[in-house]
């Protein structure tokens, strides 16, 4: 299995990428996962990328395209792949490398979602600072306001998710990445998922739309 996931930030990919890899039995690889643990770690790597996460910014190609095909040759060539590509370039460095190693993508899957959903989504996503559970204070509140309902840990907001960041990463998602769906329909790997709704039903269809694909 080779795949990729597209959608705004907020269309809960992040979520879906780690049940579909699970069910696939293929490693995860999520470019936003790994730049938030390197600037945790504040490897060379975090040091680079930091001030680009903090405003909602795309991390620049080359150093996106090189990490992520050091992840390939991690995973063998086998792979869901969370947040990237998003740009063209990116899409174009992906399909190259994958060429190269005759292994090509199986499919594009692509989260569909309005934009005030996203908006009210991610403005209103919490985590706990201690176990990660996640909230949303309009959509999945604790029960106590700032307060994980399973450990007592504090719930924080991620930097990136405060109101005007979200607004400039749907931005920079319509203008960069939304080009993809194209490039991907015009190889026949598009595929699209209705992201509204519960997580499960967003599964259900997701696994409705590569059905086809094997396991
Ligand atoms: P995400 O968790 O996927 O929303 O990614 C968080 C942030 O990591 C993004 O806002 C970008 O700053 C950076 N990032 C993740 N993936 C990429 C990518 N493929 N290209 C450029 N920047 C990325």
């Given at each position: ?15 879906q ?11 995860l ?24 996460l ?43 490398e ?63 998710d ?54």
């Open positions: 299995m080779r795949l990729v996931l597209l959608g705004p930030p907020g269309a809960g990919k992040g979520t990428a780690y049940r579909l890899a699970n069910r696939f039995g293929v490693p690889i999520a470019t936003g996962d790994i730049f938030r643990r390197n600037v945790e770690e504040g490897s060379r790597l975090g040091v680079e990328a930091k001030e680009y903090r405003a909602g910014e795309l991390v620049p190609d080359d150093v996106v395209v090189k990490m992520v095909v050091k992840a390939i040759e991690n995973a063998n060539g086998r792979f869901v792949l969370d947040g990237f590509p998003r740009t063209l370039p990116q899409a174009e460095a992906l399909e190259a994958l060429d190269r190693r005759g292994q090509p993508l199986v499919a594009a899957l692509a989260f569909l979602l309005d934009d005030e959903i996203t908006v009210k989504r991610l403005a209103g996503r919490r985590t706990c600072a201690v176990c990660q559970r996640p909230y949303n204070v309009e959509l999945h509140p604790p029960r106590q306001e700032g307060v994980c309902d399973r450990c007592g840990g504090r719930l924080i907001q991620r930097e990136d405060r109101e005007e960041t979200v607004r400039h990463r749907l931005e920079v998602y319509h203008h960069l990445t939304q080009p993809l769906l194209k490039f991907y329909a015009e190889r026949g790997l598009l595929r699209e998922v209705d992201a509204e709704g519960t997580e499960d039903g967003v599964y259900e269809r997701a696994v409705a739309a590569l059905a086809d694909l094997g396991s």
